[in-house]
T-cell receptor
Framework: SQTIHQWPATLVQPVGSPLSLECTVE??????LYWYRQAAGRGLQLLFY??????ISSEVPQNLSASRPQDRQFILSSKKLLLSDSGFYLC??????????????FGSGTQLSVL | KNQVEQSPQSLIILEGKNCTLQ??????????LRWYKQDTGRGPVSLTI?????NTKSNGRYTATLDADTKQSSLHITASQLSDSASYIC??????????????FGKGTRLSVIA
């Protein structure tokens, strides 16, 4: 069966420090991978998505970047965190989304607090 | 503009009662609509998925309806339990065009079931 791992679960970082969140998927090949952010009281905001190794699409201009060095690995990074980067970050995967039997599976999330 | 609006923003009900959550969307072209349940501090989990031709779909005590003509969906929860306390997110998938991401998320309805 397929599983998605996301870590760490919580993270407290000072302003200006770097960030690296990692997400890996097991049990599937060539998944679509996504990074979302959920600010308090807000809906999920898509940050990046990837349809293959080295293929990254950015949805919102921001202080963050993403990389996909391997088929089932997706990394969210920042060189210098801002206070506004605080939020709940979710990694997700899917194998297509346009068919009714295709689902989007989420990781357990990382709560990032930038102080 | 592709949008998904959910109502109410929050809801408190007594254990054992029924409730209905609403989702209106303007996403086009439409592929399917999904309802997710998100427990606090966790990633969303899929409840139902409906395509254009489906009017209703059930998953245990959860029943989702879709009116593609009026672009409205509802999620009905029967005989609520304390464990139903969560955020319920409506997500509409649009047919993917090159360079566009297909998912549009609502901000969710926060349901609290009390004894």
């Amino acid at each position: 069966s397929q599983t998605i791992h996301q870590w760490p679960a919580t993270l407290v970082q000072p302003v200006g420090s770097p960030l690296s969140l990692e997400c890996t998927v097991e049990g599937t090949s060539n998944p679509n991978l996504y990074w979302y952010r959920q600010a308090a009281g807000r809906g999920l905001q898509l940050l990046f998505y990837s349809v293959g190794i080295g293929q990254i699409s950015s949805e919102v201009p921001q202080n963050l970047s993403a990389s996909r060095p391997q088929d089932r690995q997706f990394i969210l990074s920042s060189k210098k965190l801002l206070l506004s980067d605080s939020g709940f970050y979710l990694c997700a995967w899917s194998v297509g989304l346009t068919q009714s039997n295709e689902k989007l599976f989420f990781g357990s999330g990382t709560q990032l607090s930038v102080l | 503009k592709n949008q998904v609006e959910q109502s109410p923003q929050s809801l408190i009900i007594l254990e054992g009662k029924n409730c209905t959550l609403q989702c209106n969307y303007t996403v086009s072209p439409f592929s399917n609509l999904r309802w997710y349940k998100q427990d606090t501090g966790r990633g969303p989990v899929s409840l139902t998925i409906m395509t254009f031709s489906e009017n209703t779909k059930s998953n245990g005590r959860y029943t989702a309806t879709l009116d593609a003509d009026t672009k409205q969906s509802s999620l009905h929860i029967t005989a609520s339990q304390l464990s139903d306390s969560a955020s319920y997110i409506c997500v509409v998938t649009k047919i993917r065009n090159s360079g566009n991401t297909p998912l549009v998320f609502g901000k969710g309805t926060r349901l609290s079931v009390i004894a």
